[in-house]
């Protein structure tokens, strides 16, 4: 199996915390549909055949786009893709873009799950971050979801936003699992170098989360979504028992997908394939027929650091068996002696004698049991 990613970059207003590509030319949304078409066309034989179990609008902000452009890039993933008929088909959007007439023409779409950025519900917090909506309006965007018979909803969540408090954070726990979502995603915010909020923290404008109270809003968000019945089945995401996300998950069980559009990457198992972050030069290069990426070559070692960190980031661990038979000996006895310290001081455990998954303790310290994992050079 495998999966499509579609990259739509139309935003009304940046974030202040964001970095991914976007922008705000929405009058190239015509144009860009018949190159993200084009795309599909001429990448259609990537996948070789295999049948697609998910598709994934994803961001910007895919909710900016109209009906009609969605019929038109269905029809054409339809008309050249094995689309399974139980496929997981995802849209990201904004809380004030589900208006009721908008997800009323949504549900008459392909479309199984929404995937809605909230970040936080308080008022304050939301201004903060340059979101477009309000508090209300989420609140009222997700019920209208459910009316329309959507079923599997996903709600994004930040923590450690400039000035929060732990009570501030409980009360966004407290009111997404009131709305009883299928799925949460909730991260941590970080301070990518070159948007608006690294810069206001360079100017010493906004202050970060400390360490601390990054660990005590971790510690609050595992803590309520499990006596809520939600299961942590990777580092930052939670769901209702069998409603995790067959997408990302099948990033980090090493399934192969497509992504198509500007920045948009690909994996087909020996190589990483990512698309130029332009939108103009994405536009010009598809109508002229000229390559608009970057592909590098995976070797053994670089294989086997990325099933290190996907694999460890999930509930399902990390095989041994497949270790053994996809790497060899040599990286597998490495990766055992690696992981033995961290074995006896609780943070990672055996599971089945087959199956190395983090404990609840290393998960605090996932990104430094993983490097010590991967093999350098």
């Known amino acids: 199996m495998a999966g499509i990613y579609l990259h739509i970059p139309f935003c009304k207003r940046r974030c202040l915390y964001c970095d991914f590509y976007s922008t705000t030319e929405g009058r190239l949304r015509g144009a860009y549909i018949r190159a993200l078409c084009r795309e599909l066309a001429d990448r259609k034989d990537y996948l ?33 893709y094995d689309i399974d008929p139980n496929a997981e088909i ?46 209300a309006q989420a609140v009222t965007a997700f019920h209208h979801c459910r009316q329309a018979g959507f079923g599997n909803i996903s709600i994004d969540l930040m923590y450690g936003l400039p000035d929060e408090t732990e009570e501030q954070w409980q009360h966004d726990l407290e009111t997404a699992t009131a709305l009883r979502p299928e799925h949460i995603s909730a991260y941590h915010l970080i301070y990518e170098e070159g948007t608006p909020l690294w810069q206001l923290r360079e ?45 990302n998950s099948s990033y980090w069980t090493g399934q192969h997908y497509l992504g198509c559009g500007p920045s948009a990457h690909s994996y087909d198992g020996n190589t990483r394939r990512w698309n130029v972050s332009s939108l103009s030069e994405y536009l010009t290069s598809v109508q002229q027929g000229r390559p608009f990426h970057e ?3 995976l ?6 650091n990325d099933f290190i960190i996907t694999s460890l980031r999930t509930c399902w661990g990390l095989s041994l068996q497949q270790l ?25 455990t055996k599971k089945d004698e087959d199956v190395l998954v983090l404990t609840e303790q290393g998960i605090f310290i996932s990104d430094g049991i993983m490097s010590d994992l991967l093999w350098v050079e």
């Open 203 to 247: 100017a010493h404008r906004v202050t970060e989360a400390n360490e601390e109270l990054s660990l005590a809003m971790f510690t609050r968000l595992m803590r309520h979504l499990r006596q809520n019945g939600y299961e942590h089945y990777e580092i930052s995401n939670f769901c209702l028992p069998g409603c995790h996300s067959r997408h």
């Open 324 to 348: 053994r038979c996809r790497f060899g000996t040599r990286l597998y006895d490495y990766c055992l002696k690696m992981a033995a310290p961290h074995i006896a001081r609780g943070h990672l």
């Open 90 to 135: 995802t849209l990201e959007a904004n809380p004030d873009d589900l208006t009721e007439a908008y997800i009323g023409q949504l549900a008459d779409l392909p479309f199984n799950r929404l995937s809605i950025g909230i970040q936080t519900f308080d008022e304050g917090l939301l201004q903060t971050l340059n979101r477009r909506h309000t508090a």
């Open 299 to 304: 070797d053994l070692p670089t294989r086997y």
């Open 48 to 80: 070789h055949g295999e049948p697609v179990e998910t598709l994934y609008f994803g961001g910007g902000t895919p909710s900016q786009l109209l009906p009609e452009d969605f019929r038109k890039l269905f029809d054409t993933l339809y008309q050249l």
């Open 295 to 297: 592909t590098e070559t």
